[in-house]
């Protein structure tokens, strides 16, 4: 037994050693992290492909937040559009009377994402003299990332006012609100930049605007100086630099004209089938998730609730009156019909949107677009999210750029008259407008006003001639947010928030710099 | 069994030559539950002459004289002493040492007697808990540790649970306790089968703790699974069925009251969708386990199935375990033991943890509430009524539960082996491997998808491979100066690492819509997005201790870690973790023999633990790929993100405690009182900086700012009735927090909202002086003549959603056969946000018109702007809930068999003036310490009626 159990010592003692040994030997740490297999170090990114895949991001920073009608907040406060009395809708509501504060809702959307698109072309921007490859490539890319700094400062300048002009990537300074002629500096040296990098047609893409070319970069120049002439800088010589820039486009190698119709551009089936995109958000709810990447500002949300809808965006009463009066008068009834919706809606209890002022319950009271029910309502009546495409600028725009910027610098060309009737003549109208029938400015400046009804362009026009005052006190007596709330949208122009929507309280939170 | 035998033969044939003229005595030796005890010593006090009993408790004893004395002693039995006399036959019943058995403190790296404590460490034993039905470790710590707190965030079975130590130190941080299973770090407590648990041992303070180092500023939760003992072999049974229901229902708009209130006609009936979502659910739990000792090898063998439904519909959770824990006395210096823990548990339709109940936010329970009553769940032709524009916006709730098919399933494998060697008597070298793999694979089909939109079905994928290594290697060394004096000195040198893989896809929008339980078809989708991840970490550490005891009066223990941490860069990356206690029993000093007071102690202890819990590669930036877009509204570009901001100089968050306490001893023993005080600042927190959108958005982890937490923690239990028919044991726990927020780095407020609440405003505020959790929001100040709702329009801290004191009073009465359980706690100082009522009661967000039957109300608002986040919707969340109740009956033994019926209530009731569901809950998640108690349609806990066999043989 003795010699039994010394042998068992033996064994396992010998055992254990062996497997110390090979936990000792086993036992050495790695402290040191590799994260090259997981992590995309910025500072690797150089070659060509990798911007391309930095500017394709830029540009879904953008659809995240403008695919909803919060990035559109400011414009809810013009005299085409307004929006459900109750339901979810207060923040649009805040901003259509405009009676918004730091708390109102929905106002984060075009603020952040403006911000990411900048933060990315800022990337992209300071780092170009590290990406090795094809010139031409490179140019157009970098070209991109001086279009969409742009875009977003005029988005946020034209939405917010004055805000923090940031240029470079992954600073951690703060800076305080740049002033206007800051800021729209800042934009214009972005657009020439971009003028001179971006091709003339930017290739490989099914429709104009998909991505912006050289025209785009002109035509933003023509707007952003029609604005600079306007409220808040009111720099009057800008209307000849508007005029110019537009002029460049109309004339220029960029392809763009204007479609058959309105209608059909916003239909999903022909999306593609126009050149008259000049800056366009395309969606496609095939490729991810319907509720990620389709457009989440048309369809079903432009219904009222009678038909099944949410009463999201909607008409307004005079506004609808006076278009109506105005098509009948100069012909023009066929944008009128591509505008409006006008049949019976073959949803809920299957009313006909032409019968509006008589639907039976008043809440359900308002004129409903087709532009955002959808040309085709077949398509996209029952949908939240669609494919049907966002213009941010259309090409009928910079006619109307032309036409109005060349009436304000005092010297109309017979093309610039061409231009609005080349507009005027699509919406249906069979006899040009001449001086007869106004001045050219007001001529254009009203043509927008249908043109562009329900696109979230008019306040813009409104701010810039400071009109809006003036419209917002001629409502309609029968407009429903008014009636249901006892009181209509101020007209205080030297209120804080008339003009612009204030910057969010979840920004100010961390950045109290910006209260000034 | 057989050497035995031959020794006493040959003792008391030796012994016969010297002793004569005497009696032969015998008897059974039997524990209080009358089962029979083998391999008790029974000798002749005052000799070295003696026998054992064997295998049926019975002995036999020669050669006694009628003076004698004969002394049974059994480990872990009171020793107990009988006069011979004249008996020829003596029964003896052995009473089970419990305080012995408790005496045995497991400390991190070996063990204490709880009389040498000098940290503040809370134990539970198996018996504590024995008399509840238990699915989850979890729900045995609860309300039976003082400064332990844990908080059943959902009622979702297989969900996350709240488990906080003294409070929550970090921010940003984690403030997880770190579980220590069996000595190897990292575990799962969830994962447990609860009867495998022999002991739970809490180490609170950081003079406890320390001895983790940089993953024990949290506190430490030490679980001890049980072992075979020796003697006959020990088969249990045990099994419990429950039913289960949501222990209220909201009031809300009758169908008719909502049309009229919309403008709408009833469709139907309408319905009632409370009825059509919650359902009553039956949960089986069936657990077998043996444990003895076969010649050296002691074993521990167990098996446990749980089934458990939801009280949501197509909701429930099962868990397979299976244990085998073995060791064995190799030789008289070596010894081994091997601990095998397979599981696989099964969720199905769990979300977020639990802390949701719709992969939409706003869907799931808050669905349910908003969804238009005078809509029913179905149409006339049978099919769902997917959509309405008032009430809630979001498709029929019902419709996507019942064709979701979601199913997380994690199998793990916990393996731990453990050498132990005695170089001397004094010196011991002990090697503790151990190794933690857990799979899991969530699948999950929508057949409906939660939402705003009507879409077709899809399905998401997500699998997690992780491994967990620990070696550690621990020599102790033990001298012994005298009887009552000895050093313990102990090294360790310890290494772990750890990686974790990710992989999945989500696959959107099927092409053929209609199909159920259809992720496997998943090629069906239209599109397909695939991702995954990669991370390691590791840890390398270096620890001493030494604890002295000079003779059971004094004793100290002082501690060392130095951990080296793979997440930090170099340089930054070593962080030192000292602590010392001390304690002293004043009882020999100051008490006599037959003072009230058996015996006082007095402790102080002061440590510094640390918390590295950040990702790996979080000093890193990287950009993000998944920013894809489609140019041609049809084809995918890859797109990447903006890159991230990092700290490079990120470190340890550090946790500085003082700890007091004070332990008495009455009547005794039969009343213990332990009353600690303790305060610990966390300075360099984990911070995450929200950074301004004009300066690239996002968040930014930094080390900065300070947290103090201070607080009591008092024990009391008692043995207040002890006769032989009728015992009552009792015992209280107490434990206060208060949270400051000492310093923000300059920052004055710091403004967030909950991870998983993605809405515009923020609304917790991080604020200098004021305690973590605070609500940051509008103060209501009710209708105007119209019925607007109006707001004081200054932002503020409108409450605080963190409890400041909780108690649990525990106690088991025993009648003969009968016992009594009963476990009342209270949670008390907090607010919960209403965020589930504020949906409901006023239009806004995705609720077009509300379904509250609050609206009725005339002080109701009728319209304006329904800021949720606002005092209107601010309400106690105070609570006392009996948590269990239970009845128990032991059958009379029958042929070796020992039966227990119980029959118990959990959650019975619940008195609280909180208008929700239920105030323990939140919708966010369990990890979320600084937004607390946030109930934005939370799953509520059950009450659940169980009925449990508990057979022994």
């Known amino acids: 037994m003795i010699q039994n159990k010394k042998n068992n010592n033996f064994k396992w003692g010998k055992i254990y050693t062996i497997l110390f040994t090979m936990f000792t030997i086993f036992s050495c740490a790695n402290l040191d992290e590799d994260p090259t297999a997981v992590n995309l170090n910025p500072s690797s990114l150089t070659s060509v492909s990798a911007l391309e895949s930095l500017v394709t991001g830029m540009y879904r920073n953008l659809f995240n937040d403008a695919k909803w009608s919060g990035y559109f907040i400011n414009a809810y406060g013009g005299d085409d559009i307004s929006t459900h009395r109750e339901s979810n809708k207060v923040g649009f509501r805040e901003s259509d009377w405009r009676t918004q504060s730091v708390a109102s809702e929905r106002t984060i959307d075009a603020y952040r994402s403006s911000y990411l698109v900048i933060n990315a072309a800022n990337n992209a921007i300071n780092t170009k003299e590290n990406i090795n490859g094809d010139k031409a490539v490179i140019d157009r890319l970098i070209g991109e990332a001086y279009f969409l700094r742009a875009f977003s400062y005029f988005h946020l300048t034209r939405t917010y006012g004055r805000v923090a002009l940031q240029l470079v990537a992954g600073a951690t300074q703060p800076l305080p609100r740049a002033s206007f002629e800051d800021i729209y500096a800042q934009i214009e040296s972005d657009l020439l930049e971009a003028e001179k990098l971006l091709p003339d047609v930017y290739p490989g893409i099914p429709t104009s605007g998909a991505r912006p070319s050289k025209g785009a970069a002109k035509a933003y120049l023509a707007k952003l100086y029609l604005h600079w002439a306007g409220y808040p800088i009111k720099e009057a010589s800008k209307y000849s630099l508007a005029a110019a820039k537009a002029k460049e486009v109309i004339n220029g190698p960029y392809s763009y004209s204007l479609a058959p119709n309105i209608r059909s551009i916003f239909t999903v089936a022909d999306r593609f089938k126009h050149r008259e995109g000049v800056f366009t958000m395309v969606s496609c709810i095939e490729c991810f998730n319907l509720g990620v990447s389709g457009n989440r500002t048309t369809g079903r949300l432009g219904l009222t609730p009678n038909a099944g809808g949410w009463n999201e965006t909607y008409g307004e009463v005079a506004f609808y009156d006076d278009f109506k009066a105005a098509a009948i008068a100069e012909g023009t009834m066929k944008r009128f019909e591509d505008t409006w919706l006008n049949e019976v809606i073959p949803r809920g209890t299957k009313p006909d949107a032409s019968n509006w002022k008589n639907f039976p319950n008043v809440a359900d009271r308002h004129p409903m677009y087709r532009k955002i029910v959808g040309g085709n309502y077949a398509e996209t009546v029952n949908t939240t999210s669609n494919n049907m495409n966002r213009y941010f600028m259309r090409y009928a725009e910079v006619l109307l750029i032309y036409a109005e910027a060349s009436g304000r610098a005092g010297a109309p060309a017979a093309d610039a008259w061409a231009a609005l009737n080349e507009v005027h003549a699509r919406a249906g109208a069979t006899l040009p407008l001449t001086n007869a029938n106004g001045s050219l400015e007001e001529l254009a400046f009203t043509e927008r006003k249908w043109e562009l009804a329900g696109e979230y362009e008019r306040m813009y026009d409104l701010i810039r001639m400071e009109r809006l005052a003036n419209v917002l006190a001629n409502r309609s007596p029968l407009e429903d947010i008014d009636v249901w709330a006892g009181h209509g949208a101020s007209t205080n122009t030297s209120a804080d928030n008339f003009y612009f929507t204030p910057i969010p309280q979840a920004e100010i939170d961390v950045a109290p710099e910006l209260i000034n | ?953």
């Open chain 2, 1 to 953: 069994m057989k050497k035995n035998k031959l020794l006493i033969t040959l003792i008391l044939l030796i012994t016969s030559v010297f002793i004569y003229g005497q009696q032969t005595i015998s008897g059974k030796v039997t524990t209080s539950d009358n089962e029979p005890l083998p391999g008790v010593n029974i000798i002749i006090k005052g000799t070295s002459v003696g026998v054992t009993s064997d295998f049926d408790g019975l002995y036999s004893i020669k050669n006694v004289a009628s003076t004698d004395i004969l002394v049974f002693s059994y480990i872990s039995y009171k020793t107990i002493e009988k006069k011979v006399g004249n008996l020829k036959i003596l029964n003896v019943v052995l009473e089970s040492d419990t305080q012995l058995l408790d005496d045995i403190v497991i400390i991190g790296y070996g063990t204490s007697k709880k009389s040498d404590l000098t940290g503040s460490v809370s134990s539970i034993s198996s018996k504590d808990f024995k008399r509840q039905p238990l699915t989850r470790v979890e729900d045995a710590l609860q309300s039976r540790a003082a400064g332990v707190s844990v908080i059943r965030n959902t009622g979702a079975p297989g969900g996350n649970i709240k488990i906080r130590i003294r409070g929550s130190n970090s921010i940003n941080g984690n403030n997880d306790p770190l579980v220590v299973i069996d000595g190897v770090v990292g575990g799962e407590l969830s994962s447990l089968n609860p009867n495998d648990i022999q002991s739970i041992d809490v180490l609170k303070d950081a003079s406890a703790s320390a001895i983790y180092g940089s993953r024990g500023a949290n506190g430490v939760v030490l679980v001890t699974t049980k072992k075979g003992k020796s003697g006959k072999p020990q088969v249990n049974v045990n099994y419990f069925t429950s039913i289960s229901k949501v222990p209220k229902k909201i009031n809300l708009l009758s169908p008719t009251e909502f049309a009229t209130l919309a403008g709408i006609t009833v469709q139907g009936e309408g319905a009632d969708y409370q009825d059509e979502y919650f359902k009553t659910a039956i949960t089986n739990n069936m657990q077998v386990s043996a444990s003895g000792k076969e010649g050296k090898l002691n074993y521990f063998l167990s098996g446990n199935l749980v089934d458990q439904e939801g009280i949501i519909i197509n909701t429930g959770f099962k868990r397979y375990a299976i244990r085998s824990n073995l060791n064995t006395d190799l030789t008289d210096k070596l010894s081994i033991g091997l601990n095998i823990y397979g599981s696989k548990e099964e969720a199905h339709n769990l979300v977020l943890g639990g802390a949701r109940s719709s992969s939409d936010l706003r869907g799931g329970i808050l669905g349910v509430l908003a969804f238009n009553p005078a809509l029913p769940v179905r149409d006339a032709d049978g099919n769902y009524n997917l959509q309405s524009s008032y009430g809630s916006i979001l498709v029929n709730p019902i419709a996507v539960m019942n064709e979701r098919d979601g199913n997380l399933v994690e199998d793990r494998l916990n393996a731990t082996l453990n050498m132990s060697y005695d170089i001397s008597d004094k010196l011991n070298f002990t090697v503790l491997a151990g190794a933690i793999t857990r799979n899991s694979n969530d699948e999950v089909y929508q057949g409906i998808p939660a939402g705003s939109s009507i879409i077709n079905p899809n399905a998401s994928y997500s699998s997690v491979s992780s491994n967990n290594y620990q070696l550690s290697n621990i020599l102790t060394w033990t001298k012994k100066f005298s009887e009552t004096t000895t050093l313990k000195l102990t090294g360790i040198y310890e290494l772990q690492s750890s990686d974790l893989k990710t992989n999945r896809f989500s696959a959107n929008g099927y092409v053929i819509s209609g199909l159920s339980e259809a992720f496997y078809l998943n090629e069906l989708a239209g599109s397909v997005t695939a991702g995954s991840n990669l991370s390691k970490s590791s840890l390398e550490s270096y620890v001493g201790r030494a604890e002295l005891n000079v003779n059971d009066n004094l004793l100290v223990t002082g501690t060392f870690r130095i951990d080296q941490s793979s997440r930090f860069r170099s340089g930054n990356r070593t962080g030192y973790f000292p602590s010392i206690s001390t304690a002293y029993n004043l009882g020999n000093l100051i008490l006599k023999e037959d003072s009230f007071f058996t015996g006082i102690k007095v402790r102080a202890g002061y440590g510094e633990t640390g918390n590295q819990n950040v990702p790996p590669y979080s000093t890193f930036s990287s950009a993000n790929p998944g920013n894809n877009y489609w140019f041609n509204g049809s084809a995918i570009n890859i797109g990447l993100g903006n890159a991230s901001l990092v700290d490079p100089n990120l470190t340890w968050e550090t946790t500085k405690q003082f700890n007091a306490g004070i332990d008495f001893n009455l009547v005794n023993g039969r009343v213990n009182l332990s009353v600690d005080w303790f305060k610990k600042n966390t300075i360099d927190l984990l911070l995450d900086k929200t950074v301004p959108q004009y300066l690239g958005g996002g968040i930014v982890r930094t080390n900065a700012g300070e947290v103090q937490n201070k607080g009591l923690d008092v024990s009391i239990s008692a043995s207040v009735v002890d006769s032989e028919n009728f015992k009552w044991d009792t015992a209280l726990t107490l434990s206060t927090v208060k949270n400051k927020v000492v310093d923000l780095d300059g920052a004055e407020q710091i403004l967030l909202r909950p991870l998983i609440f993605g809405a515009q405003a923020n609304f917790y505020s991080i604020k200098e002086g004021q305690p973590l959790g605070n609500f940051y929001g509008y103060t209501y100040t009710g209708p105007d003549a119209s019925g607007v709702a109006t707001y004081n329009p200054e932002l503020g801290i409108i409450g605080n959603g963190t409890p400041t004191f909780n108690w649990g009073f525990n106690s088991t009465l025993t009648y003969k056969s009968f016992d009594l359980n009963f476990l009342i706690r209270g949670v008390h100082g907090f607010d919960i946000l209403n965020a589930t009522r504020g949906a409901i009661s006023l239009a806004g967000g995705d609720v077009t018109v509300p379904t509250s039957a609050d609206i009725l109300n005339p002080d109701s608002p009728t319209s304006g702007t329904n800021q949720v986040i606002s005092t209107r919707y601010l309400e106690n969340g105070s609570f006392i809930r009996l948590s269990n109740l239970s009845l128990g009956y032991t059958l009379p033994n029958l042929n070796g068999l020992n039966f227990k019926v119980t029959l118990s209530a959990q959650n019975l009731f619940t008195i609280t003036s909180y208008k929700g569901y239920d105030p323990e809950v939140s919708s966010t998640n369990a990890g979320d310490d600084t937004a607390p108690s946030f109930d934005f349609g939370a799953l509520p806990n059950p009450r659940t009626f169980t009925l449990g066999i508990d057979i022994n043989l």
